[in-house]
């Protein structure tokens, strides 16, 4: 065990916090760490929320896993050796190849996965299984404003530039994010941002903590933004705000987007969204007053069956204002797993190869392939999103390698991808603990975690950033690396998975030469050395071990080295033209509206003290006091048209299934909407509820609405 204090990151949230890490040996081999205060890391500058803080209470073998389980024929799992359990899971593998395919085995990744074990993940899929049947959680985090950055920007960066710029610009509209308590620390920016003089506009449909720190605070039905975004735009032309200039040089696709927007008159609006039209009048003062300006999304207007487009609407009103690319100004996506950026870079997405390549590109096919010393053609083509690969296991898809993931308490319509996982021939689940998911596996595998293993993680704002090893795993745990490298050699793949991070992040940096996201000028030493470096970061590589893209050994560390990029599109965008695309778009309902049957709105999100599925912070004791379950948040007046009394409990039915909470009764939410965090498994799961229906685009589902009636239980 080292003894020093080693400089490291959260493990949870993508803000990526900086903190020390000190070891605190147990007297028998083991022990844990201590966390203290890092003020080198400018993201956070030393504050850490409650989840940080206590994240050493995961290293415990109390609450974490620290031997292979596998299922005996009595269905008991059990413990058992390594070697046993990774030929298990060969052979379970192996099996269903022969018998179905390669596309009959699945591959489910994560959002917290490092950039090295994503890149891998990807790799063992289309490598050693030859399936195209791999994506990851992430897909339901913030697939919809990636896909809609791409769309109007050509590139997908969460954050375009650094959180520093936020409490520097005019107006921040913050639409569909509560970061006061997803990521506490980020607070400050928006604080610093009032105390400067600028103006913060919350859109929420619940006044949360962070929508009570705003100058306006617009509260929309849920499933409307994309209206509310419409009618802005609407008023910004109506008031003659646009920057023409910009719009003439910078962008294209005006004219439809203008037509479109047009259509939507703030009076229709106001009907849409419940947001009147003096209030609508005054955030487009707000946005348009100042030189500068933003728009910030998170999963709020993100996580439904329109996010696209609706991402595409709020663009539209950045670019007709004429913010992207300028000083302080523009729109950003607020990512929210630990490695959310990162993990959807290198190819753990479905349609996607390292460096943000497409996977249906056939220059890619070849530069990729050639990284990896196989044929192109032998790479599969783009497989299924992550709720259509979740909702095809035991049919089409008869085993599934499943790491750092838990849909049995994430995904949407939760119930039904809980039976189709216990359907399946054959599950096998690498995680630090034994989560609701590991539970139905056929083998569970132990795995290091965060201060136990380096990696490389790439927070929102596009930096990377060196997670570094504190301290050595217990006995019984090796690294996700160690078990693709073994899975590779007993499937008949000897050589191209090492279990070294940093030889697997020369091979990305090479693999990410040339794409979007590239990497290929960043080194351990320079992520170390700079505290992080923004990409794109392009530089010179080796040609590696495989034939390579380069043409010989390269300097890793030259004498002017790339210095990364903070800011984006200050001179173009990554557009074939160099413009930013406006695109059309109108308002439509969700999905699933209210009827008599099911005559209230349900939308789901997330308290300070839980993060995610709650794997982790669940078995947390400090958090667990201070969240203990879930609850059912509901206006007054709902509250007396119900009789639900607080504290006593509620069932919320949707088409799909139906769960139990408390009730907790306020007026920070609106008479037509209930309130569920989703962080717990059980009756009181969430997304028992919730509607797979999907965005034709990004495939996100459509998490943030659907209708459901609430019943008093007795
Ligand atoms: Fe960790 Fe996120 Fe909390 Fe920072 S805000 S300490 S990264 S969970």
């Not at 919809?144 to 950055?149: F, K, L, T």
Request: hydrophobic share 35%; proline share 8%.
């Amino acid at each position: 065990m080292q003894t020093s204090v080693t400089p490291t990151h959260c493990p949870y949230c993508a803000l990526q916090c900086g903190m020390n890490l000190t070891p605190v040996p147990d007297g028998a081999g083991g022990g844990t760490v201590e966390v203290t205060e890092r003020a080198d890391f400018p993201v956070n500058r030393g504050a850490l929320c409650g989840k940080g803080r206590t994240a050493p209470a995961l290293l415990s073998s109390r609450v974490r896993l620290t031997s292979p389980l596998v299922r005996s024929p009595d269905g008991v799992l059990r413990p058992a050796g390594w070697d046993e359990a990774l030929d298990r899971i060969a052979e379970g593998l192996s099996r269903t190849r022969t018998a179905y395919g390669p596309d009959a085995c699945g591959v489910f990744g994560g959002g917290g996965l490092t950039n090295e074990k994503a890149y891998t993940l990807g790799k063992f899929a289309r490598v050693v299984l030859g399936t195209s049947q791999i994506d990851y959680n992430g897909r339901f985090c913030m697939s919809s404003a990636a896909a809609g950055g791409i769309r109007a920007f050509g590139l997908d960066r969460g954050l375009p530039f650094p959180l520093e710029d936020i409490p520097r610009t005019g107006c921040v509209i913050l639409v569909g994010s509560n970061l006061a308590e997803t990521m506490p620390p980020a607070l400050r920016y928006l604080t610093e941002l009032r105390e400067n003089g600028g103006t913060l506009i919350v859109v929420d449909p619940r006044r949360t903590r962070t929508a009570e720190q705003a100058d306006l605070h617009l509260a929309p039905r849920p499933g409307t933004d994309l209206a509310l975004a419409l009618g802005l735009l609407h008023l910004v032309v109506a008031q003659g705000r646009t920057d023409e200039a910009y719009i003439r040089e910078r962008t294209s696709g005006w004219a439809e987007a203008r037509a479109a927007a047009m259509a939507h008159w703030p009076e229709y609006v106001e009907r849409i969204t419940g947001v009147s039209v003096p209030r609508l009048r005054e955030a487009v003062r707000l946005f348009c007053e100042p030189e500068s300006a933003m728009v910030l999304t998170a999963r709020g207007p993100e996580q439904h069956s329109k996010g696209t487009d609706t991402v595409g609407a709020w663009i539209n009103l950045c670019l007709a204002t004429g913010r992207p690319g300028r000083p302080f100004s523009g729109y950003g996506c607020l990512t929210g797993q630990g490695n959310g950026q990162g993990g959807r870079e290198h190819g753990q997405k479905a349609d996607q190869l390292p460096g943000y390549r497409k996977l249906d590109d056939p220059a890619a096919r070849r530069h990729v392939a050639e990284v990896w010393d196989v044929d192109p053609d032998s790479l599969p083509g783009p497989g299924r999103s992550a709720y259509e690969l979740l909702d095809a296991l035991s049919t089409d898809i008869r085993a599934l390698l499943l790491m750092g993931s838990n849909p049995v308490v994430s995904a949407p319509r939760a119930a039904h991808v809980e039976e189709r996982l216990r359907s399946l021939d054959f599950l096998a689940v690498a995680d630090v603990v034994l989560s609701e998911t590991a539970e139905l596996a056929d083998v569970v595998l132990p795995v290091a975690q965060w201060a136990e293993e380096t990696g490389t993680t790439t927070n929102l704002e596009g930096r990377v950033l060196l997670r570094r090893q504190a301290i050595t795993p217990p006995d019984g745990v090796r690294s996700d690396l160690h078990v693709m490298h073994e899975l590779a050699a007993r499937l008949g793949v000897e050589k191209g998975f090492p279990t070294d991070p940093e030889e697997v992040f020369e091979e990305l940096r090479r693999a990410s030469e040339g794409g979007p996201a590239d990497y290929s000028g960043l080194t351990y030493r320079r992520l170390a050395e700079e505290n992080g470096v923004f990409w794109p970061c392009p530089g010179p590589v080796d040609s590696g071990s495989g034939s390579g893209s380069g043409s010989g050994p390269a300097d890793p560390h030259p004498a002017d080295p790339h210095p990364g990029t903070p800011r984006l599109f200050l001179d173009r965008f990554a557009t074939p033209d160099g413009r930013a695309r406006f695109v059309a778009v109108g308002h439509r309902p969700s999905a699933e509206e209210p009827d008599a049957e099911y005559p209230v709105l349900l939308t789901t999100g997330r308290v300070v003290s839980q993060y995610q599925s709650g794997a982790q912070t669940r078995r947390v004791d400090e958090l667990n006091a201070a969240a203990p379950g879930a609850f059912v948040e509901l206006h007054p007046r709902l509250a007396e048209r119900l009789g639900a009394v607080d504290g006593e409990p509620l069932a919320v039915v949707s088409r799909r299934g139906r769960a139990v909470a408390p009730a907790r009764i306020t007026t920070a939410i609106r008479p037509d909407t209930v309130f569920m965090p989703f962080h717990w498994p059980g009756e009181g799961r969430a997304n028992t509820l919730t509607n797979p229906a999907l965005d034709p685009i990004s495939r996100m589902p459509e998490f943030k609405t659907c209708a459901v009636r609430v019943e008093r239980v007795s």
